[in-house]
């Protein structure tokens, strides 16, 4: 009875437009946390034979890379969920119609 109403409370919230569109947003934004958690793998995966190998394939450098890759796409992932869920929410107010052009791109 009680996980019947608990089911049936959350769908009903993820039916509602806003909770869409955050998670329409954060799917969007999936491919940026996936590479800069890869990238966040490498730099502490705790192997010594793996952290060897990759000094001697890209030098002593190759941490300073995954570093910043890891810092571009948690950076970019914020400014990309504020765009997407942005622009998500606007397509269940039905703002952004089809065919319409995007007022972000155009400059609007």
């Given amino acids: 009875m009680i996980i019947m109403n608990f089911i049936l409370f959350l769908d009903m919230m993820a039916q509602q437009r806003h909770f ?3 998670r329409k947003g954060m799917l969007t934004t999936m491919p940026a ?4 958690s890869l990238a966040l793998m490498c730099i502490h995966l705790p192997v010594a034979a793996f952290q060897q190998s990759m000094s001697l394939l890209f030098g002593s450098s190759w941490l300073v890379l995954c570093q910043v890759i890891v810092n571009i ?3 970019l992932m ?3 969920l504020v765009i997407t869920i942005s ?6 107010h039905r703002v952004v119609r089809q065919g319409q052009s995007n007022p972000l791109i155009n400059g609007q």
């Fill in 20 to 22: 869409a569109a955050i």
């Fill in 73 to 75: 796409s948690t950076q």
């Fill in 87 to 92: 622009y998500c929410l606007a397509q269940e």
């Fill in 33 to 36: 946390l996936v590479i800069g």
């Fill in 78 to 80: 914020s400014l990309l």
